[in-house]
């Protein structure tokens, strides 16, 4: 947690904090077979899991990984509240299926949900209460969608890029339904957990200082033009990044064209960027915030991830202040020029591998 910190205070001459995450929550990159068939339907299943990984997981390698339980049912809980329906899978992550919103007017009926009743928040809740009453370890709230991905599952691509241009207005009165119900949602988990506003355990495997409020994903945020997102998406952001005292913006990919629109924000205090190994866009976003806001570089472990550090850290010369690295190993995934690909690594050879790399780029 000291280097850490030392990332979000922009110190210099430190260790840099590395986190090799082999102890996820979530089915995705996984083989069928070591996917608990009731993983999503029974508590104590997805708490003995979760716990086997973290075993597991120091029996592999020497980094930076702290351990904290997930109450996890997939990427489509807050949409799930409005009605959207979730389909569940035995080997896959539960998903969202169609959105529901067919007409403009159909957003004057949207209401903030009720997490005591509403779509799959009383499961979230029912699984925090197992977490609390058989372990003392971290909880942290179940993964978090934005305004902008909240209203692509709720609304429909389709429906929300052209209602942009032609019914501004209905557009932003859902945004703002959609930046209260992030609000009330996290708030009601951190009351239930008895944490405070401005405090969270971690941001998709990875630790974050106590001060740092929220985390949430903003993933289509790589397909919308600056000044859509400037318009729609900046102002809500920024109202639940200030509700919680400041905190992380999550998305995979590439959103180089709204580097502006981050520094703008004075909350942001966070960007976790899965960059699908596309060196170059990497390297530009990192560049761009470096000194104002911390760049958490993620990515399902490179096919190549020797030359994918060496690329980064001794050709490009990144800085290394203000930055927390992960590499987020699942064993058959791996992140290859912008893409995932499929393939089948064995954990603890990867780790093996990985443990030099550590040595080499980020051990002072």
């Known amino acids: 947690m ?6 979000y205070n922009f110190r210099k001459g430190k260790d840099t904090p590395f986190i090799f995450n082999t102890a996820n929550y979530f089915s995705f990159g996984y083989r069928p077979e070591e996917i608990p068939e009731d993983y999503y339907t029974n508590p104590q299943s997805q708490y003995e899991n979760q716990i086997r990984q973290f075993e597991r997981h120091y029996e592999l390698i020497d980094d930076n990984y702290l351990p904290y339980l997930m109450p996890w049912f997939g990427c489509g809980v807050t949409a799930s509240a409005f009605g959207v329906p979730i389909k569940f899978f035995t080997d896959k992550d539960p998903s969202t299926e169609y959105c529901i919103i067919n007409t403009p007017e159909d957003i004057d009926k949207m209401r903030v949900p009720d997490p005591e009743k509403d779509g799959l928040m009383p499961l979230v809740t029912k699984q925090i209460k197992y977490y609390m009453e058989n372990s003392d370890l971290p909880i942290n709230y179940t993964d978090n969608h934005g305004p902008l991905t909240t209203a692509v599952q709720v609304i429909g691509y389709e429906n929300l890029f052209f209602w942009m241009y032609d019914y501004p207005k209905k557009i932003h009165a859902a945004m703002e339904i959609f930046a209260e119900t992030v609000i009330q949602w996290v708030s009601f988990q951190k009351k239930l957990m008895g944490h405070r506003l401005n405090y969270s355990i971690g941001n998709q495997g990875v630790p974050v200082p106590p001060d740092m409020g929220i985390w949430f994903s903003d993933d289509d945020a790589i397909i919308l033009p600056p000044e859509l997102y400037r ?3 900046v102002p809500y952001n920024e109202r639940i990044l200030e509700h919680f005292g400041g905190g992380i913006v999550h998305y995979c990919g590439s959103a180089n064209q709204h580097i502006d629109s981050f520094l703008s924000q004075k909350w942001l205090r966070g960007i976790n960027n899965f960059g699908l190994a596309k060196i170059e866009d990497v390297v530009k976003i990192r560049r761009a915030v470096e000194d104002r806001i911390v760049y958490i570089m993620c990515d399902f472990t490179p096919l190549d991830y020797s030359g994918y550090y060496k690329s980064l850290f001794e050709d490009a010369a990144l800085s290394k202040s203000g930055l927390v690295v ?5 064993p058959t995934t791996a ?4 893409k ?15 443990d030099a790399v550590i040595r080499q780029y980020f051990r002072v």
């Open 231 to 233: 318009e729609f998406v």
């Open 340 to 354: 995932y690909v499929l393939i089948d690594r064995d954990e603890k050879s990867v780790a093996n591998g990985m």
């Open 2 to 7: 000291q280097l850490i910190d030392n990332a």
């Open 326 to 330: 992960q590499s987020l190993f699942a």
């Open 335 to 338: 992140a290859q020029d912008g």
